[in-house]
């Protein structure tokens, strides 16, 4: 199938996991495929690479993409679900693990998939493409969990007029299609705030964000991804805004801290050692280069932690 997408910071990634041709590997957002068979090719037939996704238009891309390699197989699958996977698979530990958080530009694009605010389309946004739908969200929610969930997942300072806004119009009918929501969101803000930019991304991404349980998945596969990792082994995690980024700069930093004792203590009675490090101290983003080739790159950051 056609399923457009440019990898993004993909040497960079890539390099990032210092992949050991006879090792094992885990794509855990496999999409078209485009890191995946960067990796696949780096095997030896002693190698394995497992590719996962949820979107089933992704399974079918990234299928094709790496039909060429006996050293790969491709699984519907959540990422926060890779220990299940493993386990079935009979794999204990892995030699590295890559996610790339971002929504890919085949979802962005193709207008059914309702991701997009620029065009018109049945309210979507699922990733997975079953489960709760943005739909069900903007007409079912309360206006107060709709406030919450514009505030704290799009960070947008505007949310509670957003949602007070949405529960007006679907009172007299169903907010149903990406456009209607964006519209309700212009006209909820200041004409300032519409003149300087596109006012809906932050409630796209809330709502997209609260969708697919995002950050919920994302917590839970961190710890499972990193605990699956050999020592030596590497994890390495593109993220695309302010929230996953932070939720993985925290996590990093908390398996590379050791010593929890308070910072007074004479000597260290916890015991603890760190349990990774990072590769690299500050996140990794886009080239020039690859930003004139991809503005949607422009907010990636790439993180990299090495077990110990």
Known sequence: MNFSHISVLLNESIDGLNINSDGIYVDCTAGGGGHSYQ????????????????DPDAIIASSERLAGFKNAEVIKSN????????????IDRVDGILMDLGVSSHQLDTQS???????????????SQDGVSAYDIVNEYSEKELARI??????????RKIAENIVRQRE?????????LAEIVKNSVPQKVRREK?????????????????LEHLSEGLDKAFFSLKS??????????????????????GWCRGCTCPPDFPQCICGNVPEGRLVNRKPLEP???????????????????ERS
């Open 39 to 54: 990796i696949a090719k780096r095997l030896s037939e002693n190698g394995r690479l497992i590719a996962l996704d949820r």
């Open 79 to 90: 990422f926060s679900e890779i220990r299940d996977v493993l386990d079935n698979l009979g």
């Open 113 to 127: 998939r309702g991701f997009s605010y620029h065009n018109d389309a049945p309210l979507d946004m699922r990733m």
């Open 150 to 159: 514009i505030f704290e997942y799009g960070e947008e300072k505007f949310s």
């Open 172 to 180: 007299i009918s169903p907010v149903s299609t990406t456009l209607e």
């Open 198 to 214: 596109n006012p809906c991304k932050k409630t796209f991404q809330a709502i997209r964000i609260a969708v697919n349980g995002e």
């Open 232 to 253: 030596g082994g590497r994890l390495a995690i593109i993220t695309f805004h302010s929230l996953e980024d932070r939720l993985v700069k925290q996590r990093f930093a």
């Open 287 to 305: 080239s020039e280069n690859e930003l004139s080739n991809n503005i949607r790159s422009r907010s990636a950051k790439l993180r990299i932690i």
